[in-house]
């Protein structure tokens, strides 16, 4: 599809996308990269989110399927992190996810908006009783300094 010069209309290839998401195999990074790829594509952007967070949530956040967090927290708007509040508070109080919440929070360390993220993370650290979701915010939060100070470097 990249090196046709035509263009395929935007139904079929949300068809075809659709399906790829809704694959069974979407635990792969490989594939969480793919999805990434396309997503970044603007149209497809919220599309293809919501999709693959509903096919998720299907299937319970089944923690092998963790990796989903990646193109979701990569391709989501700095609007949309924000909503990552309630995500982590719904993976732990509906569904006894902790440590994938704490997963969720790490990935959170890919994206670009220090200020943002610091405080958001900073919120986890000091508003969650749960030990592993205090602990994955401030490990989150000493790889962004790393990476800050790395790049003042």
């Known amino acids: 599809m990249k090196d046709e010069d035509r263009r395929m209309p935007s139904s079929l290839m949300k068809y075809y996308i659709s399906e790829y998401i ?4 979407i635990k792969s990074l490989d594939i969480c990269n793919k999805i990434e790829e396309v997503a970044q594509k603007g149209r497809f952007k919220k599309i293809y989110r919501k999709k693959i967070f509903e096919r998720w949530k299907v299937h319970k ?4 399927y963790k990796n989903l967090f990646v193109p979701l927290i990569r391709t989501a708007s700095l609007e949309q992190i924000y909503e990552m509040i309630n995500i ?3 993976l732990v109080s509906e569904y006894n996810k902790i440590a994938l919440a704490a997963y969720g929070i790490r990935v959170l360390t890919l994206r670009k908006e220090v200020k943002e993220i610091g405080i958001l993370l ?3 650290s000091l508003n969650y009783k749960d030990k592993r979701i205090r602990i994955a915010a401030d490990e989150a939060l000493g790889m962004i300094a790393e990476r800050r100070i790395s790049e003042m470097n």
Do not use: A, T
Not at 22 to 25: F, H, V
């Open 22 to 25: 809704l694959s069974k195999d």
């Open 61 to 64: 956040f089944n923690p092998k």
């Open 88 to 90: 982590v508070d719904m």
């Open 122 to 124: 900073n919120g986890f």
